[in-house]
């Protein structure tokens, strides 16, 4: 039930189409808490629309797992899910992190600054070293209690960024 849930949820995403990639996040302004270090260069730099699953436990809702796709022109260039990993869809590489830092926002999910760990091919995600997940809309558990085994999805969008060692 739950890859059903999340192939659901990207292949929604994948026919209602998404925004357009910019060369630096749209309005982007960087909370210090998520900046990257010294060192770092920047990538790339994609909007993503998304959701966060959410599922119930001992009557609250906890994090289940991301599903979003990431664009370019209008087009889908990446697939962001659980661990967090983002994978091409254009070369096959993937980037694993871990969240070092956060910002919140109002009524959004926090914006994050990740620490690549595992990359795998020789395509765009190949070398990053941080991820950035900046603009964050939306994504936000439900408030109150819920019943167990209970899960949903809700919407959101970001723009994440991507850099490698200079």
Request: charged share 10%; proline share 7%; hydrophobic share 45%.
């Amino acid at each position: 039930m739950k890859r059903m849930t999340v192939a659901l949820a990207i292949g929604a995403l994948l026919v209602g189409g998404a925004a357009t990639a910019s060369a630096t996040p749209a309005g982007a302004k960087v909370p210090d808490a998520v900046k990257v270090p010294a060192g770092n260069v920047a990538l790339a730099s994609y909007p993503a629309e998304g959701v966060q699953i959410y599922g119930c436990t001992n009557g609250a809702w906890a994090l289940v797992q991301p599903a979003a796709v990431l664009s370019r022109h209008g087009q889908p260039v990446a697939l962001h899910s659980k661990g967090p990993v983002w994978t091409s869809i254009v070369d096959g590489s993937t980037v694993g992190a871990a969240a070092v830092a956060n910002s919140p926002r109002d009524g959004a999910i926090p914006q994050l600054l990740l620490k690549a760990n595992p990359n795998t091919g020789n395509g765009i995600f190949g070398k990053v070293t941080y991820i950035q997940r900046l603009n964050t809309r939306g994504g936000v558990a439900p408030a109150g209690t819920c019943t167990d085994g209970a899960q949903t999805a809700v919407r959101y969008s970001a723009d994440y960024a991507f850099w490698v060692a200079g």
